[in-house]
C-alpha cells in the first residue's frame, strides 16, 4: 500500500505536469503559474508533508483553523494565503498571519485592514481584490461597478499593496462556461494595468481550481487555487 505521503507526492507531480501542458498550450512559461495548494480541513501533518512534497503556497479558507496551522508550522517554509470571504471581526488576526488576502471584497473592509495594518505595525500587506462577475447576490466578491472606487482607495494606502484581482465563478459541470468569466476577470486586469494602479507594476489573477485550472491557465491565471486534486476529497465530518 502506498503511504499517504506517496499519493500526495504522487498528485503533486501530475498537477504540476498538468500546469505545465496547460501553460505550454497557451504559449506561456509555466513559472509564471504560482500554485496555492489549498490545505483547508486537511490535518497539520497533511501540510508538513505538501511543503515536503515542495509546495511553497498554502492557502486556507477560515482564519481560526489556519492560525492553528500557522502556529504549529510557521511562516518561514510557505507562505499562508487566505482564500475564503474575511469576517470584519476576524480582519486584525488575519492581518496578523497572513502573506496574502485573496478575497477583498468592499472598500470598507479595505479600510479596516488599512488602519489595522498601521496599528499593528505591518508595514505591507499583499492583497487581491476579488471581483463577482455573475452578481449573484449570495456570492461575495465586489461588484465590477464598485470596483474603481476601492481601487482608487488601494492606490493611496500605506500597507495595503494591491497585487491583483480574484474570481469564484459560479460552478458549471462544463468547464467551459467558466472560461468567461476567467476572460472578462483578465480584461479587467489588463484595464487597470493601463491605470498603472498596482503595487508591483502588474496585476495577478487568482483563478482556477482543481477541476478548470487549465482553463484558467490559458486565460492568463497566475495563482492557481487546487484542493482536491492534491489532497484528495475534503471530508467535512470530522
Ligand atoms: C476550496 C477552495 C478551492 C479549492 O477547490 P478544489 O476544487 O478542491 O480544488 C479554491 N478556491 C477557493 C476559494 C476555495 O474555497
Not at 498550450?25 to 505538501?50: E, M, W
Not at 468569466?181 to 482543481?210: C, H
Not at 495563482?223 to 467535512?236: D, E, K, M, P, S
Request: a neutral charge.
Amino acid at each position: 500500500m502506498k503511504t499517504m505521503s506517496e499519493s500526495l507526492k504522487e498528485k503533486l507531480e501530475s498537477v504540476t505536469k498538468n500546469i505545465e501542458t496547460a501553460a505550454k498550450n497557451a504559449g506561456r512559461n509555466p513559472a509564471d503559474v504560482k500554485l496555492v495548494a489549498v490545505s483547508k480541513t486537511h490535518p497539520i501533518k497533511v501540510l508538513q508533508g505538501a511543503i515536503a512534497a515542495g509546495c511553497k503556497i498554502l492557502g486556507e479558507n477560515k482564519v481560526q483553523e489556519a492560525i492553528e496551522k500557522i502556529e504549529e508550522i510557521g511562516n518561514d517554509k510557505v507562505e499562508w494565503h487566505l482564500i475564503g470571504h474575511l469576517q470584519k471581526n476576524k480582519a486584525r488576526k488575519a492581518v496578523q498571519n497572513f502573506d496574502v488576502i485573496h478575497t477583498l471584497d468592499s472598500l470598507k473592509l479595505a479600510k479596516r485592514l488599512e488602519r489595522i495594518c498601521l496599528e499593528e505595525g505591518r508595514k505591507e500587506l499583499s492583497v487581491l481584490v476579488q471581483v463577482d462577475l455573475a452578481d449573484e447576490e449570495s456570492k461575495f466578491g465586489i461588484k465590477e461597478k464598485d470596483l474603481q472606487e476601492l481601487v482608487d482607495f488601494l492606490k493611496d494606502c500605506e500597507c495595503l499593496r494591491f497585487n491583483g484581482l480574484m474570481i469564484i465563478p459560479p460552478f458549471f459541470e462544463d468547464v467551459e462556461k467558466v472560461r468567461p468569466f476567467f476572460r472578462k476577470l483578465r480584461k479587467i486586469r489588463d484595464d487597470l494595468q493601463t491605470q498603472n494602479v498596482f503595487a508591483k507594476g502588474f496585476g495577478e489573477l487568482s483563478m482556477g481550481m482543481s477541476n478548470d485550472f487549465h482553463v484558467a491557465i490559458e486565460e492568463g491565471a497566475t495563482l492557481i487555487r487546487v484542493g482536491t486534486a492534491i489532497f484528495g476529497q475534503r471530508n467535512y465530518s470530522n
